[in-house]
């Protein structure tokens, strides 16, 4: 059974910095990819970052620049590094996983009956 766990989130000021951490269990990771999706209220699913099959990332396009995802396999880890958070990264952010090629095709559109989702971790950026 396929479990990922969140960490790390918090609240911050506006230009300040917060990693993230998903532990996963249960998972194979020859076929499941992973990644970092966060969700505002009433807002829609956004997806911040992934990991593809080859190891390439993957960020939102609002995205690229602050924030920084790594897996450490050997720990079964993913990670997400936050740097000059602004007040609208406020959300709760989720780890997902799920097949490789599902995770590529949907990155913009996942929703997480597509795979496997975590509880999240509320991120919370004051001005």
């Known amino acids: 059974q396929v479990q990922l766990l969140e960490s790390g989130g918090g609240s911050v000021q506006s230009g300040g910095s917060l990693r993230l951490s998903c532990q996963a269990s249960?998972?194979?990771?020859?076929?499941?990819?992973m990644g970092w999706f966060r969700q505002s209220p009433g807002k829609e699913i956004e997806g911040v970052a992934h990991?593809?099959?080859?190891?390439?990332?993957h960020y939102g396009d609002s995205l690229k620049g602050r924030f920084t995802i790594s897996q450490d396999i050997a720990k079964n880890t993913l990670y997400l590094q936050m740097n000059n958070v602004l007040p609208e990264d406020t959300a709760r952010y989720y780890c997902?996983?799920?097949?490789?090629?599902?995770?590529?095709?949907?990155?913009?559109?996942?929703?997480?009956?597509?795979?496997?989702w975590g509880q999240g971790t509320q991120v919370t950026v004051s001005t």
């Open positions: 997902a996983a799920a097949a490789c090629y599902i995770l590529d095709k949907t990155f913009d559109t996942y929703k997480p009956e597509f795979g496997h």
């Open positions: 990991i593809d099959k080859e190891g390439s990332i």
């Open positions: 249960g998972l194979n990771h020859a076929t499941y990819c």
